[in-house]
């Protein structure tokens, strides 16, 4: 049975050479399609924004193939094809779209030149600053204009005067002398983050960005405008002046603000993270993530992180802190307190403990507004882990009541929690002094300062793992800087905990080792599956044993849960 | 088997015995010299002149009204064949420093390690701002290997003002106080 596409193909033919291309799709997009780097240069485009067109720089030449008016018979040229009726003028190739038996030049005489125009007019007021500027290195106008640009200047008279370190908000600085006028950031502002701050003043050269009088932009998607502008204009206030780009290394990671896993890159240099970026991902987070998640890295380097494996606050080797727990834990009437912050692979050696131990497990939820865009409801950023590793089988609570009645009732005289400040969550702190506490965390609080076991663990930037979204979509990230000296990975740990309960020798635990004990035994995953073969832009699981479970996530940019539970109830192929 | 001739060795001469003729022509040699101009260098007291473009120690300098040149761009510790250059960039303070804001960029700290250093000169052509020079220092010695990496105060005292053609942000600055001619 042939699977039908529902988008249309048309062949349009780029340089020469024939292309398949979806029915609608613009021309920079179709030439992108051929790929070999081949690209059209652009500044105003983008392809999550309306079309402005206003940059101009991304004109092509277009013809159509000849046919006669009259009859409507093709018209030819003298070796038989079809004479191809070039428009005198080039055109934008952001607002063609592709139709069928189109020809399209990208690299003519006409082309050429109609860039080397464009470029030099964008750099006739523009500062030239770029060794004070943090766009450097990742600037559309400093590579287009290597490119395109004429190498010198023939404009003798004054620059224009802007407004230079403007606060456009808490977190964006303008430059306007650098602003090209692409205005991606003003429709990204009334399209995608629904507040229409941004716009432009003044005429002719002399426009001018600026917010609307007596507002900011100060909502949480500003440092996305930093992202999408092609040129320096807007900066990041956190990152201005940190560090060059260049040097910085990009590592794929997945943001844990909340359960829409917005997939990021981390950008560091020398175990020094230096700035957080969306990165594209169409079925999570398109090209836009929120401030509030670009700021999360800066807790690791904070005074309070656990540093240290200890029990009963003396310092010790991880095996031993390790052996420690696990005798509390078989001791019997233990309760784990687990957290939809670990990554699906702690969440299965906490499974594997909690069963060895016959521990009870309650999870916390951590429920908030949310934004309808990027930040959902659930602040968790792996609550579908637990649920898929059978960690827990129904909804978190908010708060802990159940287990502290237990303790004050003698039923429970361990206590496994992991990051988790269970003083803040209805057990008091005599209830908790009552009981044995091992705790697995990133940072120290009131619960691991009275723990008989700390056992410190990594945040997501400093390990391998994968988290599973609001839409059951299973997403990994990579380590990017390494964690405090001396801490290990956390499924090495778990496993020397989990082995100890079974009085096992534990095993060398990498997350290829811990991964094929994984896939075997969580029936969602194939058995084949594998961490390393997860691919980039996540894998989507099938979620029909979840469906009936109440998720609080309501509508937001690429969750819609009314139209999820319709699409994974009906089977596939139907 | 290569052959060996024997060469006979002659007699020495009558004047040959003597040895006068021999040292006459090593007399001859040493009067010569001596009478002409010395060649050798009593270094260290004497120095010698530095051409123009010789390539010494590097520094940092700064232009004719005592400004500091250098904004931390970090082409320098990018294209650095050695990686002996360490900056860690930072923003001018508006308030603390008002005639130099508008640069809003200097180097917090510059280090450059002379233990790493092979003067090839790739961070004074690199220089957008022409603030970094390999200038006449070539003799460079210390007893620790802190003592070996010259921090930014130790760059600007070894590199003192150059003569600057453009000054650009004295134009920028003017610029932006004369405004637009509209």
């Known amino acids: 049975m042939e699977i039908k596409n529902i988008v249309e193909n048309i062949t349009i033919n780029i340089d020469g050479q024939d292309v398949d291309v979806p029915k609608g799709t613009n021309i920079i997009e179709a030439v992108k399609m051929v790929g070999k780097g081949k690209e059209v240069p652009h500044y105003c485009y983008h392809p999550k924004l309306s079309i402005a067109g206003n940059c101009r720089m991304c004109m092509v030449e277009m013809g159509m193939p000849m046919r006669d008016r009259a009859t409507g018979e093709a018209i030819l040229d003298d070796d038989g094809t079809q004479k191809i009726g070039w428009m005198p003028k080039p055109t934008i190739g952001c607002a063609t779209n592709a139709a069928p038996g189109m020809h399209i030049r990208t690299n003519s005489e006409m082309v050429k030149e109609s860039r080397n125009g464009v470029t030099e007019f964008l750099l006739i007021n523009h500062p030239l600053d770029c060794p004070i500027c943090d766009q450097a290195g990742e600037c559309r106008l400093q590579e287009f204009s290597a490119e395109h640009g004429r190498g010198y200047s023939r404009f003798t008279e004054e620059k224009n005067v802007k407004p230079k370190r403007t606060k456009l908000g808490p977190r964006v600085t303008l430059d306007d002398e650098r602003c090209i006028l692409c205005s991606r950031c003003v429709r990204f502002s009334k399209e995608i983050a629904n507040d229409d701050v941004l716009g432009f003043v003044d005429r002719g050269t002399y426009s001018t960005l600026t917010c609307y009088p007596g507002k900011e932009l100060e909502h949480n998607y500003s440092l996305n405008t930093v992202d999408i502008c092609p040129v320096g204009a807007l900066t990041s206030t956190d990152f201005r002046f940190k560090m060059r780009v260049w040097f910085l290394k990009r590592t794929h990671s997945i943001c844990t603000e909340s359960s829409v896993g917005a997939n990021t890159e981390i950008w560091s240099r020398e175990g020094k993270i230096y700035r957080v970026t969306p990165r594209r991902n169409d079925a999570v987070n398109d090209t836009w993530m929120t401030d509030s998640g670009r700021g999360l890295f800066k807790s690791i380097d904070a005074d309070d992180r656990l540093t240290h494996y200890t029990i009963d606050g003396v310092h010790k080797t991880p095996t031993q802190a390790a052996v420690a727990a696990a005798e509390l834990l078989k001791a019997g009437d233990a309760a784990l307190i687990g957290s939809a912050h670990s990554s699906v692979e702690e969440q299965f050696y906490y499974k594997a403990i909690a069963d060895r131990s016959s521990a009870k497990v309650a999870l916390v939820s951590h429920y908030d507004s949310a934004d309808g865009i990027l930040q959902s409801e659930d602040r968790t950023p792996n609550l579908r882990g637990a649920l898929v590793t059978g960690l827990i089988d129904s909804l978190p609570e908010a708060e802990l009541s159940a287990i502290a009645r237990e303790i004050n009732s003698g039923a429970v005289k361990t206590l496994f929690v992991v990051n988790e400040d269970v003083t803040k969550l209805g057990i008091p702190a005599d209830a908790l002094s009552q009981v044995k506490v091992i705790y697995v965390g990133t940072h120290a609080n009131e619960t691991s300062q009275g723990a008989a076991v700390v056992l410190p663990s990594l945040s997501v930037f400093e390990k391998d793992g994968t988290f599973i979204n609001q839409s059951f979509r299973l997403q990994r990230f990579k380590a990017a800087v390494p964690g405090p000296s001396g801490v290990t990975s956390d499924f090495s740990v778990l496993e020397q905990v989990a082995a100890s309960l079974n009085d096992e020798k534990p095993a060398a635990i990498t997350i290829d080792v811990a991964w094929e004990y994984i896939a075997k035994s969580i029936s969602q995953f194939e058995d084949s599956l594998r961490w390393r073969g997860i691919p980039d832009e996540g894998l989507a699981l099938d979620a029909k044993a979840f469906l009936d479970i109440p998720f609080v996530e309501t509508k937001n940019l690429k969750f819609d849960p009314v139209a999820f539970k319709e699409a994974h109830a009906t089977p596939a192929g139907a | ?182």
């Open chain 2, 1 to 182: 088997m290569a052959k060996t001739k024997v060469l006979e060795r002659k007699p020495l001469t009558f004047a040959e015995k003597t040895f006068i003729p021999q040292i006459i022509g090593g007399l001859k040699t040493t009067f010569g010299t001596m009478l002409k101009k010395g060649v050798t260098l009593q270094y260290p007291e004497e120095r010698p002149v530095i051409p123009n473009n010789y390539r010494g120690v590097p520094t940092l300098v700064k232009d004719p009204n005592g400004r500091e040149k250098c904004v931390s761009c970090q082409l320098c510790e990018f294209v650095c064949p050695p990686k002996a250059i360490r900056i860690t960039p930072g923003e001018i303070d508006a308030e603390a420093e008002p005639d130099r804001a508008h640069v809003e960029k200097a180097p917090k700290e510059f280090d450059i390690n002379m233990l790493r250093c092979i003067y090839c000169g790739l961070c004074q052509e690199v220089c957008p701002e022409e603030a970094i020079f390999l200038q006449d220092i070539f003799s460079l010695s210390g007893y620790s290997r802190e003592e070996m990496v010259n921090n930014k105060a130790k760059l600007y005292e070894l590199g003192g003002t150059l003569p600057d053609k453009h000054l650009k942000w004295d134009k920028k600055k003017a610029a932006e106080s004369a405004g637009n001619a509209h």
